[in-house]
Nanobody, 124 residues
Framework: QVQLVESGGGLVQAGGSLRLSCAAS????????MGWFRQAPGKEREFVAA????????DYVDSVKGRFTISRDNVRNTVYLQMNSLKPEDTAVYYC?????????????????WGQGTQVTVSS
């Protein structure tokens, strides 16, 4: 089992920045990649970004490219999502997830463990 705990959410004005953290514990050796997803009110949960632990390869959804950066700290078993130039449409609950698969995937069914989520609210 892998336990994931997100932190760093909050309220920010449009154009501002936030950095989310996701700390992994437990059988972290079974995790090969990490992803961030988000779910806005009334919408389905969607993929945001992913990173591979071994070499730092990343993938982003088009709507956040150039604004969000995913990174990892292999020593601390922590993944980050730096979010800049935030927009009201970025408002959502953000979840991190761990995958046992090496290939970076966007489908949430490919992820095996999930955190509890952290709220990000961007005001206009």
């Amino acid at each position: 089992q892998v336990q994931l705990v997100e932190s760093g959410g909050g309220l920010v004005q449009a154009g501002g920045s936030l950095r989310l953290s996701c700390a992994a514990s437990g059988r972290t050796s079974s995790s090969r990649a990490m992803g961030w997803f988000r779910q806005a009110p009334g919408k389905e949960r969607e993929f945001v970004a992913a990173i591979r632990w071994s070499d730092g390869t990343t993938d982003y959804v088009d709507s956040v490219k150039g604004r969000f950066t995913i990174s990892r700290d292999n020593v601390r078993n922590t993944v980050y999502l730096q979010m800049n130039s935030l927009k009201p449409e970025d408002t959502a609950v953000y979840y991190c997830a761990a995958s046992q698969r090496v290939t970076l995937l966007r489908g949430q069914q490919r992820y095996d463990y999930w955190g509890q989520g952290t709220q990000v609210t961007v005001s206009s």
